[in-house]
């Protein structure tokens, strides 16, 4: 065999194993991340869909008071799905709907893509208006748009892996 080509061949195959490895370390770190972002806004969107509640509370408008979740899902970069469920039991949800997406996963990244990027469940966080249990906000990963973005990033690395091997072998052959 070609000592050339036999040393193209190795460069890819060590080529994708970097790939495979950099790439599912940044997947599980990425999640890990995600997780202790989570229980650091699950507080403050507590603290803000309280402060919300009692504006609304305080407003001379009849009928039943259910807060937007919108405005606080905005102040945070995490792709959250929130849900606020009121003693009474109206329900206010931001972010739960499925998405899309535009280019699928291949078929053989996505099970261990989804086993190495799986962010914590639900959080559930009492809500208090002045002192009384008015109701419960769940806070979990919306995991189709963390998908996503962990396919981009991993897209994103083959390229330069890619690009990588391909300087490497013109190298080679030169």
Same mark, same amino acid.
């Given at each position: 065999m070609n000592l050339k080509r036999y040393l193209l061949w190795? *460069? $890819?195959?060590? $080529? *994708?194993?970097?790939?495979?490895?950099?790439?599912? +370390?940044?997947? $599980?770190?990425?999640? @890990? @991340?995600?997780?202790?972002t989570m229980a650091r806004d699950a507080d403050q969107m507590q603290e803000l869909l309280e402060t919300a509640l009692q504006r609304q509370h %305080? %407003?001379?408008e009849p009928g039943p008071r259910v807060p937007s979740l919108h405005p606080i899902a905005r102040r945070f970069t995490e792709p959250f799905c929130?849900? +606020?469920q009121s003693i009474n039991g109206l329900l206010s949800e931001d972010g739960c709907e499925q998405v899309t997406m535009e280019e699928p996963i291949p078929h053989w990244l996505a099970t261990p893509l989804t086993w190495a990027g799986n962010p914590p469940n639900t959080m559930l966080r009492d809500i208090h208006l002045w002192g009384i249990k008015v109701g419960t906000l769940s806070i979990a990963p919306d995991r189709p748009r963390l998908l996503a973005r962990h396919w981009h990033t991993l897209r994103d690395l083959l390229w330069l892996a890619t690009a990588t091997v391909l300087a490497l072998g013109t190298l080679t052959f030169l």
């Amino acid at each position: 065999m070609n000592l050339k080509r036999y040393l193209l061949w190795r *460069m $890819a195959l060590v $080529a *994708m194993l970097c790939w495979l490895g950099v790439s599912f +370390y940044l997947v $599980a770190r990425s999640s @890990q @991340q995600i997780g202790e972002t989570m229980a650091r806004d699950a507080d403050q969107m507590q603290e803000l869909l309280e402060t919300a509640l009692q504006r609304q509370h %305080t %407003t001379p408008e009849p009928g039943p008071r259910v807060p937007s979740l919108h405005p606080i899902a905005r102040r945070f970069t995490e792709p959250f799905c929130l849900r +606020y469920q009121s003693i009474n039991g109206l329900l206010s949800e931001d972010g739960c709907e499925q998405v899309t997406m535009e280019e699928p996963i291949p078929h053989w990244l996505a099970t261990p893509l989804t086993w190495a990027g799986n962010p914590p469940n639900t959080m559930l966080r009492d809500i208090h208006l002045w002192g009384i249990k008015v109701g419960t906000l769940s806070i979990a990963p919306d995991r189709p748009r963390l998908l996503a973005r962990h396919w981009h990033t991993l897209r994103d690395l083959l390229w330069l892996a890619t690009a990588t091997v391909l300087a490497l072998g013109t190298l080679t052959f030169l």
